[in-house]
């Protein structure tokens, strides 16, 4: 079946522009999460979904990070002014529930470069 | 604050040997542990969970331990092959996942 969907793949773009990033999850799956990885790093939390509940936003680094979820379904991460440092890959992913014994299924993210 | 250690260094082994990659965490107590595997230019795959009751959990040639007296997990990969070449990711988690930043394993055949 289809996995989790990011879209662009890669993006490039001058500092200081918006950029908007889409994650389309599987289908049924109610929790959705953001993550940031920079090269050589781990993956940082940025932002998670659970249904119909108010967003867990402890994660985003700064006010110009924001997320919106539609429909309970596909969601768009926005950076408004993009810095240079927010140059990284940004993933998503999506479980049937937001339990911790629920395996993250991730996309393949957004390369994201920022000249 | 929490801390993950993974081994930043690459791990290389020869094809067949067994793989230990070592995840250690500080300054809180998960009651899950997951670890994912890595390709380059492609998100996580989940691969195994262990509960903080459960000493170890196997799946064919993986198998994951959960100490936590010692604040550690060790993931094996028995009979490897050049196929399981990878970063591995350890992710303990309380409240929410919280990564490591992976070990490289590189299989030599």
């Known amino acids: 079946g289809a996995g989790v969907s990011q879209s662009p793949s890669n993006k490039v773009t001058e500092k200081g522009k918006d950029v908007e990033l889409r994650c389309d999850p599987i289908s049924g799956h109610t929790a959705l999460y953001w993550y940031r990885q920079s090269l050589g790093q781990g993956l940082e939390f940025l932002i998670y979904f659970q249904g119909n509940s108010a967003p867990d936003k402890s994660g985003l680094p700064s006010d110009r990070f924001s997320a919106e979820r539609t429909g309970g379904s596909v969601s768009t991460l926005t950076i408004q002014r993009t810095q240079q440092e927010d140059s990284a890959v940004y993933l998503c992913?999506?479980?049937?529930?937001?339990?911790?014994?629920?395996?993250?299924?991730f996309g393949d993210g957004t390369r994201l470069s920022i000249l | 604050s929490q801390k993950i250690e993974q081994n930043s260094e690459a791990l290389n082994i020869q094809e067949g040997k067994t793989a230990t990659l070592t995840c250690n965490y500080t300054n809180y107590s998960p009651a899950y542990l997951q670890w994912y595997r890595q390709d380059p230019g492609r998100g996580p795959v989940f691969l195994l969970l262990?509960?903080?009751?459960?000493k170890e959990k196997r799946k064919e040639r993986l198998k994951v331990t959960f100490d936590t007296t010692l604040k550690q997990s060790l993931f094996h990969i028995t009979a490897s092959q050049p196929a399981d070449s990878a970063t591995y990711l350890c992710?303990?988690?309380?409240?929410?996942?919280?990564f490591g930043q992976g070990t490289t394993l590189q299989v030599k055949p």
């Open positions: 992710a303990p988690s309380t409240g929410k996942l919280i």
């Open positions: 262990i509960r903080e009751n459960e």
């Open positions: 992913a999506s479980s049937l529930r937001g339990q911790l014994t629920q395996p993250q299924h």
